[in-house]
Each structure stands twice: as structure tokens, then as C-alpha cells.
Nanobody, 123 residues
Framework: VQLQASGGGLVQAEGSLRLSCAAS????????MGWFRQAPEKEREFVAA????????YYADSVKGRFTISRDKAENKLYLQMASLKPKDTAVYYC?????????????????WGQGTQVTVSS
């Protein structure tokens, strides 16, 4: 599986962006796909995840109510709609695929990663 993230950019505080992640290869209903982010000199942190089959979603407390994760199974695409963006949301955002297990909030368990897309929120 190869993942390609896109959609990042520069946005003012309180603005919105939608990130996309295109997946090549087969994604099974048992898989989980997630978004993580990494700010300079910080560890990669969990943002959101979705169960590919049933669509159950999970969010970090820091983005709950502002970000929405979704997927298009027919197109093999993952999305992250971000609203009410804040300067502290500035980071490189990565999409990942977890083939098995429920450790969707921990980056070390993911099997595949996209290349990352930069999101910069100005104050």
C-alpha cells in the first residue's frame, strides 16, 4: 500500500483546510486509517482515526469538535476536514494505515505512512 497526502497550506487562524490521502492497493474493512501530526522538535501525535469498514471514528481531545475524519471507500481516499484552525495546529500532517489491532492512537503500530503535508496556521 502506498499513501499520498495532500491539501496542506497556509491559512489564517479560524480558517479551514481539507487534507486528503490517496491510497493505492487494497484496503480491507478490518484496517484503520489515521492522521497524525508532527510539529518541529516534537514527537508525532495522534489526531484522528477511522475504521475503514464500519466508519467508526476517534479523535484526540485537542481536535475534537473542530476536525472531522472521513473516508471514501470507492475512491480509496481518506480525508481530514479541519475547521477553526489555531496556530498550535501548525505541523506536518501524516496519514497512516494500521493493518491490525486497536492501537490506532500510537504511531509505532502503523504499517504504512504517507509523505506528509505541511499545515501552517498564522495568527
Amino acid at each position: 500500500v502506498q499513501l499520498q497526502a495532500s491539501g496542506g497550506g497556509l491559512v489564517q487562524a479560524e480558517g479551514s483546510l481539507r487534507l486528503s490521502c490517496a491510497a493505492s492497493g487494497r484496503i480491507f474493512s478490518s484496517h484503520v486509517m489515521g492522521w497524525f501530526r508532527q510539529a518541529p522538535e516534537k514527537e508525532r501525535e495522534f489526531v484522528a482515526a477511522i475504521r475503514w469498514g464500519v466508519g467508526g471514528t476517534y479523535y484526540a481531545d485537542s481536535v475534537k469538535g473542530r476536525f472531522t475524519i472521513s473516508r471514501d471507500k470507492a475512491e480509496n481516499k481518506l480525508y481530514l476536514q479541519m475547521a477553526s484552525l489555531k496556530p498550535k495546529d501548525t505541523a506536518v500532517y501524516y496519514c497512516g494505515l494500521l493493518r491490525r489491532g486497536d492501537n490506532f492512537a500510537y504511531s509505532q503500530y502503523y504499517d504504512y505512512w504517507g509523505q506528509g503535508t505541511q499545515v501552517t496556521v498564522s495568527s
